[in-house]
């Protein structure tokens, strides 16, 4: 089974995607193989993201691109708007998928086979908040270790 948490309550869930990634990405030990990310979302969320991503920081580097980038399976952070995307079987990313959208998975059972850990994003808008709920209860349903971290001040 796949762990599962659920990140709510979050004020703007663009920038804390760079916070949490940058977390992700410098807990890596030295030595230790760097632990690639999946990023999943409405497109033009992901547009605002990459902008974001390059100036989230100046003393931060968080090397990203888009999945059907040709540089996709040699960059650590990818983003796309699809979780069967084809590109995303040309990369080996394999650790973390951080959603960032509002729509269910079609086949988690395929996904949870793939990552092991899953993180959702659920914002204070309520729209995002009823499709995270659902989302938490379908998983809930299909056995998975759920966590929830509510963020009182994001």
């Known amino acids: ?17 760079c916070r ?4 992700i990405w410098s807990s890596t030990l030295e030595g230790q193989p760097v632990r690639n990310i999946v990023m999943v979302g409405e497109r033009a969320d992901l547009q605002k993201l990459n902008e974001l991503l390059w100036a989230f920081s ?4 968080l090397p990203h ?12 952070i990818v983003l796309t708007d699809d979780f069967v995307s084809p590109a995303l079987n ?15 998975p079609a086949n988690v059972p395929a996904l949870v086979e793939r990552f092991p850990r899953i993180v959702e994003v659920v914002t204070v808008n309520e729209a995002e908040r ?8 379908a998983y809930r349903e299909l056995g998975h270790e759920l966590n929830n971290f509510y963020q009182s001040k994001s």
């Open 1 to 17: 089974m796949a762990r599962i948490d659920f990140h709510s309550n979050v004020a703007d869930k663009l920038e804390y995607a």
């Open 20 to 23: 949490l990634t940058r977390k």
């Open 58 to 61: 100046n003393t931060d580097f």
């Open 65 to 76: 691109c888009f999945i059907e980038d040709e540089a996709a399976a040699e960059t650590p």
């Open 90 to 104: 040309s990369v080996p990313h394999a650790d973390i998928l951080i959603h960032l959208g509002m729509r269910m």
């Open 130 to 137: 009823l499709a995270g709920r659902e989302r938490y209860k």
